[in-house]
């Protein structure tokens, strides 16, 4: 059974609008989060994170929200610039517990971003 | 500083031969992860070491795949023999000493196993 989940395969949006990518997560021991985005022929190359104890973290064009009580977490890109365009991966960890740091990942969303 | 690099980016096997991946962390990085998707599916963790200990190798599928950090620098993993549904990409990740460390990936071998 899937632990995180991205439940849009594809997200298409315009240029210098706001990108939302969402991830759902069931387990309740995840106490860190992270979202990569991935082109193709090459690894995932990290973007933000979050600890559970923040709702949310923000780096330039990149916010993170958290919502334990929901367990939801959503990537928002603001402004999306052509160049965004690729796939967004969601990960959860469960730190200090049995997995140790190793990331569970969500099947991903393919963000288009149309000039 | 140089990121994590991996050897070969692709491989293509017969099935029942035998094919060593390579990994190099970044340096300094003691956490070493190895990942795999397989076609269509979602990124799923195989092993972890910290230096040359194997932390954690729950995700590894069977007795088939052997992984290796000598010196806990560069890491090989080993799949022996090869068989069809072996086939993907394989990724290499390391993060820093500890936890709670963003993950850095190298770019992956793919692997096709006919």
């Known amino acids: 059974d899937q632990q995180v989940k991205q439940n849009s395969p594809s997200l298409s949006v315009q240029e210098g609008r706001i990108s939302i990518l969402n991830c759902d997560y069931t387990n309740s021991m995840f106490d860190y989060f992270l979202w990569y985005k991935k082109y193709p022929a090459e690894g995932p190359t990290f973007l933000i994170s979050?600890?559970?104890?923040?709702d949310k973290n923000e780096d330039g064009r990149f916010t993170v929200f958290l919502n334990k009580s929901a367990k939801h977490l959503s990537l928002h890109i603001v402004p999306s610039q052509p160049g965004d365009s690729a796939v967004y991966f969601c990960a959860a960890s469960d730190r200090y517990g049995g997995s140790q740091g190793n990331l569970i990942f969500g099947k991903g969303t393919k963000l288009s971003v149309k000039p | 500083e140089a990121g994590v690099t991996q050897f070969p980016s692709h491989s293509v096997i017969e099935k029942g031969q035998t094919v060593t991946l390579r990994c190099d962390p970044i340096?300094?990085?003691?956490?070493l992860y190895w990942y795999r998707r397989v076609m269509g599916k979602e990124i799923k963790f195989l092993l972890h070491?910290?230096?040359?200990?194997?932390?954690?190798e729950s995700g590894m599928p069977n007795n088939r795949f052997l992984a290796e950090r000598t010196g806990g620098t560069y890491s090989t993993l080993k799949v022996q023999p090869a068989e069809l549904e072996d086939s993907g990409v394989y990724f290499c990740?390391?993060?820093?000493?500890?936890?709670?460390?963003?993950?850095?990936f190298g770019p992956g071998t793919r692997l096709t196993v006919t």
């Open positions: 990740a390391s993060s820093q000493q500890g936890l709670g460390y963003e993950q850095y």
């Open positions: 979050i600890s559970s104890i923040k």
């Open positions: 340096s300094g990085h003691d956490n």
């Open positions: 070491f910290v230096k040359e200990s194997k932390q954690d």
